[in-house]
């Protein structure tokens, strides 16, 4: 089974596809398999030996995992400690809409000042 994985603390690696039977998963994660477990800068998580367990390592690093087979997707949401930090700092994630013109706006062009976000569905 192959997962295009969406990785959401990693900003640089938004998604990537992997077979979690491969024995270049790891890599394919952006993490190291090292001999205290699967490591990613200075944080490693104990892994067993064998073929990577996205569920157990999702577990091991208190983030959610979500994973849709058929459509085959799996997302990693972001901890809740990273989530505590984005609520503290008061600072909403930068994304980016068009308006009617077809001009591209993203919140950040708007730091230091106000806005109000007006979102409408009809259903």
Known sequence: MT???I???DPDRRSTVVDPASPDVESALGWTRRPEGLCR???CVPVPDGVL???GVARALRRPLVVDEAAGVAALGASALA???ALSSGLAPDFAL???AG???T???FRGRKVVLYAYASW
């Open 3 to 5: 997962l295009t994985l």
């Open 7 to 9: 990785d959401l603390e």
């Open 41 to 43: 800068h200075d944080v």
């Open 53 to 55: 367990d996205l569920a």
């Open 83 to 85: 989530r505590g930090e």
């Open 98 to 100: 068009r308006d009617l």
């Open 103 to 105: 001009r591209e706006w």
């Open 107 to 109: 919140l950040s062009q």
